[in-house]
């Protein structure tokens, strides 16, 4: 596949220091993505905005057609469309980085021009003519495994492909085939509903595809929507990062697709921005300053935590969302900070703090969005404590278990006022 010049990349990687980015570039990249509705305008919105979030020059997108066994690809608007012309559109047997990252489900590293000779020889005169000496190609899987395109970025210098740098390149395209993966099922579906009951919903396509293996922490999640056929903007996420795993939690205002692209932005750029520093409290604040800055009318709370399970240790931060209900068998009790952030968006110079806490063995987590315990007539204090001792009642605290038997609880107490999503991790 041939890769040509973008925008002059800000620095290249040549040591294993994280990859610095201005948090705009993943929050553009990120509305990008989330807006999308077609999987051509998911390649577009990538091969447009992932250079500068990934620090390359260039990127582009291939996406394979089943049917004809080919492959359609986006380039990003800076490259000359005469030097692309024969890789917009080429059989799947013909042997690029794109079409070999989607055929085998590996990434492609070319860290020169001489592992780029020695691989791939026809295409180094489109290579050498775009001043390029470096590529990285990463397939995009779905969340059943399954490879059905590939994201590609260059460099004008050589690179070494550091962790710090290959992290960030896997998250950029975890981001891209999210988003693949969204707009198909809907698109599979019929469409997305606007939150007023018409059409065939898929909130579940807004939401984490596939959550982490981690050594000695079982996780579990679900998502109830408050209207059968309503897309609203809570979600959940966990996956891993430096020191453990991040579980997050988050609920924009509002319903309706509106809301739905913001929690999709807010879901990649937390990803994004815990990969480059898994600080609980830093990551709230980036994303405070970036939805303050570019969606100023629209503001969420959240809960960020990052639990290494080998210290047993958790460490979280919040702004403005409801603390977590700590379930062990004969002790219950909510994670109550001695600090809570202002929500999301409300103030761009708002801070956040952590705390931590050491769990013991057997201890599940469960965090939440206020659609669970939400109810007109009850005062907050009240609405806890009743899901306290719901959670009291449940015999089997798994994971899986502890989900299911409180969405049963709350279908039982009367009609959902509000979506709920529910993440729940044990320490084995």
Request: proline share 7%; with cysteine.
């Amino acid at each position: 596949m041939a890769v040509v010049s973008g925008p002059k990349a800000r620095q290249s990687d040549g040591d294993d220091r994280p990859v610095t980015v201005y948090d705009g570039d993943v929050w553009r990249l990120a509305t990008a993505l989330a807006r999308s509705v077609t999987a051509d305008e998911v390649a577009s919105a990538l091969a447009e905005n992932a250079a500068p979030a990934a620090g390359a020059v260039f990127s582009n997108m291939a996406i394979l057609d089943e049917d004809t066994h080919r492959v359609r690809v986006a380039h990003c608007s800076t490259v000359d469309p005469q030097a692309v012309l024969p890789w917009v559109d080429f059989a799947i047997d013909v042997p690029t980085p794109l079409s070999d990252a989607i055929l085998t489900g590996t990434r492609v590293l070319l860290d020169s021009r001489a592992s780029m000779e020695g691989r791939y020889l026809h295409l180094l005169p489109d290579t050498l003519a775009a001043s390029l000496s470096a590529t990285a190609t990463f397939p995009l899987r779905s969340s059943s495994g399954r490879t059905q395109a590939a994201a590609g970025f260059g460099w004008q210098d050589p690179q070494m492909f550091t962790p710090s740098q290959l992290s960030r390149l896997e998250v950029i395209a975890d981001m891209a085939a999210q988003a693949l993966e969204r707009v198909l099922l809907i698109s599979a579906r019929g469409g997305p509903t606007d939150g007023d009951g018409r059409g065939h919903p898929l909130p579940a396509a807004f939401l984490a595809p596939q959550l982490p293996l981690a050594t000695n922490l079982e996780i579990a999640a679900d998502y109830l929507p408050m209207r059968e056929a309503a897309i609203g903007g809570d979600w959940y996420d966990a996956f891993p990062v430096e020191g453990g795993v991040c579980l997050v939690m988050g609920d924009v205002a509002g319903h309706g697709l509106a809301s739905a692209a913001v929690m999709a932005q807010l879901r990649c750029a937390a990803r994004a921005f815990a990969d480059e520093d898994p600080s609980p409290a830093r990551v709230l604040a980036r994303l405070n300053r970036m939805l303050c800055s570019l969606e100023p009318d629209e503001t969420a709370t959240a809960i960020v935590a990052v639990w290494d399970a080998q210290k047993h240790r958790l460490v979280w931060s919040s702004a403005g969302h409801p603390p977590p209900l700590r379930c062990r068998v004969g002790s219950f009790g909510f994670l109550l900070p001695r600090y809570v952030g202002v929500m999301l968006g409300a103030d761009p110079a708002s801070g956040y703090r952590e705390q931590s806490k050491v769990m013991r063995p057997g201890t599940s987590l469960l965090f939440y969005t206020d659609g669970l315990i939400e109810r007109r007539r009850w005062a907050l204090d009240e609405q806890m404590e009743r899901l306290k001792a719901a959670a009291e009642q449940v015999d089997d605290l798994a994971p899986q278990a502890l989900c299911q038997a409180l969405l049963a609880w709350r279908r039982g107490i009367g009609p959902l006022e509000d979506d709920v999503c529910l993440l729940v991790a044990r320490l084995a």
